[in-house]
Structures are given as structure tokens and as C-alpha cells.
């Protein structure tokens, strides 16, 4: 396998990273077509001698990678099992300024509210905080690897943050946020879509799918949420 790149010559300006292990092949070409037809210049990385489960631990170091080809450059990480709807431009313009950029949720349960963050999608930016916070989430995630803890790459990162003090940081707006595409609506610019396999379906939404492509003839997933099979 070989990476996906496309780079242009001004060394200061976003890059979007990621990778893929083998099995992961078809989607991350469909990512980088996506990346071509939007414009977006990428460097997305082969991995072999990995499944995705553990490759997710590699994050970081993919990211470290890349900060050090491209040491002027605002990295911005993303699964390639995400979506590109659209412009991103206004995104690289909020995140100026800030060390780090994610999405955040608060996620709401009986007793508390949880901070909930992704890797979907960050923004690093070029600065010593970055640096710093990326190199706790190397080291976390090279113990979890050794140590054989339940805890992924999200956790790993939530903790890292924790323990990285002088690090500034900026909410990556929901539209922009790699939330999955069943959860938001149509102006979401940047979603995300699970590769695994579909749970099977209730009875009741069995026959709720078929009663709407009866109606408008089409699947009940791209009369929802715009996903074309």
C-alpha cells in the first residue's frame, strides 16, 4: 500500500491527515476523492500490521508524523470514514490563534453530564501547547498498547488533556464536527459514516422503512439522512 498525496507547495496552509489499514483501502478511497473534489490538500497515511481496532492507538503518532513533514502547517486529522459536504475554509479560519480544535458534546444522563470528545475530527496547530498535549497522547496510548487497558485512542485523549497544563484549545463548531450523519441534519458540513455492520431492524422499523420508500421510492436512508447506498 501507499499513502495518499497531495500537497501543494505553500507549506503554511491546512492539511488534512489521516490513515488506513488494508481492509480500510475502499473507504479511504473514496475519502480521497472526496478531498480531491473539494480542493483540500491531505497526506493520508498507509498502516499495515495493524487491524483498525489498534490502529486507532497509532493516531497521535500519525499526527507526529505529519507535524514533522509539514512543521509550518496546521494538521487537521480526520478519519476517513468522514464526509466533506462542503466549504471548509470558514473552519481553518476559527481555529487561528488556538493550540488545539475538537468537538465537543455534553452528553446528558440520569445522574451528571459528560463531557463527550471525538477524534473523528482536530485541528492541530503548529505551537509548542500542540506539541506538548500530542506528546501525552503518545504516551498514553504507547502504555495502553503495553498494558492492555480499556481504554481507546478518545479516552486516552480526554486524559491527556488533563494532564497537559498551558494548552489553549477551541470547540470545533457542530457543523464542522464529524458527528455521525444520522445525528445531524442536512447543513453539516463535515459527518461522519460508521463502516460496520447495520444492527437488524425492529419489526415496527422494518415496516416503517418500507411504508416511506413505498411512498417517495426511495430507501429509508436517503430519504432521511441523504445516504445514497
Avoid at 495518499?4 to 488494508?22: E, L, N
Avoid at 497526506?43 to 492507538?57: E, Q, Y
Avoid at 504516551?139 to 479516552?155: A, I, P, Q, T
Wanted: aromatic share 8%.
Amino acid at each position: 500500500m501507499q499513502d495518499f498525496i497531495s500537497v501543494p507547495r505553500t507549506d503554511d496552509k491546512p492539511i488534512v491527515v489521516g490513515f488506513f489499514t488494508p481492509n480500510y483501502k475502499p473507504i479511504a478511497d473514496r475519502f480521497v476523492a472526496n478531498l480531491a473534489r473539494i480542493g483540500i490538500s491531505h497526506h493520508i497515511f498507509a498502516v499495515s500490521g495493524h487491524d483498525w481496532k489498534s490502529a486507532t492507538l497509532l493516531k497521535p503518532e500519525i499526527i507526529a508524523g505529519a507535524r514533522s513533514l509539514y512543521p509550518r502547517a496546521p494538521i487537521v486529522f480526520m478519519d476517513v470514514d468522514c464526509i466533506i459536504r462542503g466549504p471548509v475554509h470558514p473552519l481553518f479560519e476559527m481555529i487561528s490563534g488556538t493550540d488545539v480544535a475538537l468537538p465537543i458534546r455534553i452528553i446528558q444522563s440520569d445522574k451528571r453530564d459528560l463531557v463527550w470528545s471525538s477524534s473523528r475530527i482536530i485541528v492541530w496547530n503548529p505551537t509548542d501547547g500542540a506539541a506538548r498535549l500530542l506528546k501525552r497522547w503518545i504516551e498514553l496510548c504507547s502504555e495502553r498498547s503495553s498494558m492492555h487497558v480499556k481504554l481507546n485512542d478518545e479516552k486516552l485523549l480526554l486524559r491527556a488533556i488533563s494532564q497537559s497544563g498551558g494548552v489553549t484549545f477551541t470547540q470545533i463548531p457542530a457543523q464542522y464536527a464529524a458527528f455521525e450523519i444520522t445525528d445531524i441534519g442536512p447543513e453539516a458540513v463535515i459527518v461522519h459514516q460508521t463502516t460496520r455492520p447495520p444492527r437488524p431492524l425492529s419489526l415496527a422499523k422494518r415496516l416503517k422503512h418500507a411504508m416511506i420508500k413505498s411512498l417517495t421510492g426511495k430507501p429509508y436512508a436517503e430519504w432521511k439522512y441523504g445516504i445514497k447506498n
